[in-house]
């Protein structure tokens, strides 16, 4: 028997414990790499030549790279709750599947309406009988059920002429691809007792029988003997609609609308740039908030931050055309930085010293950056010959220089890296970064505690201005290369569901920031190719903020796991939320 | 140019105008004022407001369909107005759930909720419509009109002012003001509302005496959500007949912020709504004058960003008072120290309105193409910038330290009554020559300072 050395592993399971211990490592790193490896195939149709054929290839595989990191970040930080984020998005999705569906209950309707033709074909002798609505032969046709009319056709019982013994085939079709209506025809004779009836064609009869068919849902009467001389009547009318078919209908446009959402954004390269630099703006939005919410200040500025940040590099790039990118740029982003910084700062101070709302000063102080921004750009940018308002175009030095070719993607890329580190070392590494998590987690212990906690209150506020400044920033120079009115389109709320779902941890906005962008940008594809509205994205967003903030649902949920946790680690649920939010 | 502002002002259709635009902010300033009230805030105004407003619409429109087209119009609104104000109930119920039984947070829930209106709204109204900017196109219905009985304009002296005030105003507008006396009724003579208020005050407190907390707090966000519902149908059936998308335009945020200005009473919320429609209304009347329109319209909002200050000012000092009072006990002169604290009012509203000032002379130097150019905009900026930071560095020690008012209350009188004397004097400017209106200006503001305090300071020094 020998002494074993305090800390030391028991021998008999050395395997297990480090893989016991390095099991998020692995499980990071492998989710990671299969989402870039996938994220490239797709792209690429999974052809090397196609890729290596691509220009800036290799700085897609960067971004792409970053957003694997991003992913390992997130599963090593959160650790269990990663699981809880996750669920999350997908409870939320399927409840957007939900109201898409919903949505796409009338998507049957359109068997339903629409322009029809009817034809009485026959090779027999036509009567001459103007009195009748048909001529043998002669097409005539109309719309069923066309909206947005006082009073729309719903059916027709069109008369025609024939002797006993013409044989006559009754049609009633669409009336080019573009209407899909789905027609029942019915031959009737004077009394109105029907002789025979139709809802389908058959595969040879729109083949090769009657040229004027579009598809099987036309209806066809073929080859009907007529029992004696005098008027009959052609009845037509969409088909009755069967439950099935509307359900079966909206699953598929659903469905649809759905693989645009989750695939359309990684199918080509620029819809993945449309991505990616919604996702730039959007991290550092999120990490805007999640620095000011880490220190419990519920302070929404960053919209008016973002303007402010907007309007201050606009001026600056519209003011300098002859200076050089390589030191215009650094000195926009400080500038930029700078303007968020004051702007935060205000709302901080009234917090801090005057005890003011919040939330309420910084809702009123974005309107006003609103307003501000409208005004310069509409009174002094606008250049006095455009058409709208807008600024004129940066000239190429102001604009940040893009890294693949044919998207937006620029070097804010790299500027985000920064971002993203500098404040995990100001939250985690650093003296102010510890007050502000003692402030958030207790702010009497915090002033027990000597912290001076209206100067943090009041920085931390303006820490978190910098970073919407520098998203303002980007969209002025990176995306929209010139002001233009509402340029944010109220990105700061989003910029709240970043946060939350990162869990204010800043190491895991950037996953949560890119997951978001994800399903804007599968949003914008899915309005265009499903016509499904994107602000169904939005109510999915609301739903995520509800169910994330719900702490009770964990505990029912985690209830049951309870005791396992205590038994095998010695800790319980709560201690190790405690541990997930530091 | 001026004198027509002016005159537009103070008519009664510019009264009548007031009452129009502050009916949708005082709805559901009631609503945030009863939750605010019970501890349980609700954020979610903004979206409970949309949804109302869009349900309204939508449900009379389809009404003459349902019902055809006599009965559809003769019950559309109603339906609407009930249909509006269930999915308004409906969403402050979810709000309450979550907040109340799944311990969400109050806050991030009432947002979801803000998102949740704004999209809806916006993505049914595409569904139903295949626009995303207003429903124009569905002939949607107006709450009905009240006219007043024609001899109430016969009464002498205030008759026909009255009566062109009050004539022809929405329903939802006497719904909003008599719905304030209700709600002072309910919230201060019965049972419930001092349940209500004991549950703000304290929770544990009043658990211990039996109230059951959680109970009350669902009440309570329901009625805030059934005030927003009226308010949202009243945007958008009250004046209009359509729904816009985001149409509330951040009315049900400042409704957050009137309860407090009000000093927590509905009468207080229902005057501080009404300065808010005041601004609201002088931003539409002002569009005649050649400024931007953005200035008008930021300032309500910049107003709102200074109230609380002051509110929160006002706080402190009533708060180091009442200590004062406690420890000096018998001793304690209420009558001075109301008024200093009257007179420390009046100081931050002056200071308020410099920084108003400062911030219109910066939007007339940073915008100069907006007000007739540069060569005349920027002395006209200076010289109300200049002017403003003066009025606001000379006012500041009075407001830091509300001791010096007592000390130096000769330097304080002397403050108050040129600053008060130069705004009164920039607005008689408008009626009389410059030197009588700079001498009615300051007797005016002297003699104001004498009534709000400054007698009882003299006889105290």
New interface residues.
Partial sequence: MRFKRKGEQPDSAPDVSFLRKHLLLIVGGAAGIIVTLFMMNTLFDGSLEKMTGTTDWANILLVNALVGACIFLFVVELKRGAIRVLLTVVVALLLGFL?TFI?NL?SADRFGRGEFRVQVVSDAEPTENDEVDLQFNKRRGGEFNKP?VVAPVSEIAWTFAGRGGDVVSLLAYAKNRRSDVDLLVELRDASGAVLAAATSASETQVDETFDDLVSVKDAVIAGYELPADGVYTLYARPEEIATGTVLSEALSQSQLAFEALLLGPIERVNRWGVWIQDAITLILLGMSFAIVFRAQQ?SLGAEGQLYFGALVSGIIALNSPNIPGIILIPFIILASGTAGFIYGLIPGA?KAY????E???T???N??AT??F???L???LKPPDAGYVASAKFTENAVLPVIVDKTQVTVAVFLLVVVVLLSWLLIRRTPLGYEIRIIGSNLRFADYGGVNSRRTIMLVMAIGGIVAGLAGMHLANGIHRQLILNISFALA?EG?VVA?LARLNVLVVPFTGLLYAYLRAGAQFMERDANV?F?????I???I??LI?????V?FFQARQKRADIDEEGHTVESLEAADMN | MFENVIDGIFSAVFVAAILRVTTPILLPSLGALISEKAGVLN?GLEGMMLSAAFTGVVVSAYSQDWFGFETGVAIGPWLGLLLGVCVSLLLSF?LAL?HL?????L???G??????G???T???M??LTGD?GNTS?LASLQMPFIQLPEFIRDIPLIGGFFFDVFDNQSMMTWVAFIAVFIVSIVLYRTPFGMHLRAVGENPEAAASVGINVKRIRYYALLISGFFAGLGGIHISMGYLQLFQRDMTN?RG?IA??TP?LGGGTPIGAMIASSIFGFFDALGIRIGSLEI?S??P??IP??A??LA??I???Q??ISQRVSEMRTASGAGFDAAFWGSIQRISILHMLLMMVAVIGAVTSG?IL?????FGGAEAAAPAGLIIGAASIILFLIGLPFVRNIFSIRENWRASALVTIVSLGIYLTLFLMLFFQPLLALVIGLVLSAAVWFMIGGRVLMRGA
Avoid: H
């Avoid at chain 1, 005057?354 to 709302?357: I, R, S, V």
């Avoid at chain 1, 602000?535 to 109510?539: H, N, S």
């Avoid at chain 2, 947002?111 to 949740?116: E, K, R």
């Fill in positions: 109201v949505f009338d947005n519920f009234l005057l005890g003011a709302n939330l309420v000063s809702l009123m102080l309107v006003v307003r501000f409208e005004m310069v509409n009174f002094q709320f709240v939350l509205s602000e169904v994205v939005r109510m967003q609301a739903i903020i509800l903030t719900a702490e009770a649902l505990t | 954020i979810v979550f039984d799944l311990k969400g947070d806050f991030l829930s947002i979801a909720l803000n998102i949740f704004s999209s809806a916006v993505a049914i595409f569904e995303r196109t951040g945020f957050l912020v407090s931007p953005q200035l319209q930021s909002y910049f709102t960003v609380l200050v509110y929160a000012l706080r402190r939007a940073s915008a100069p193409n907006g």
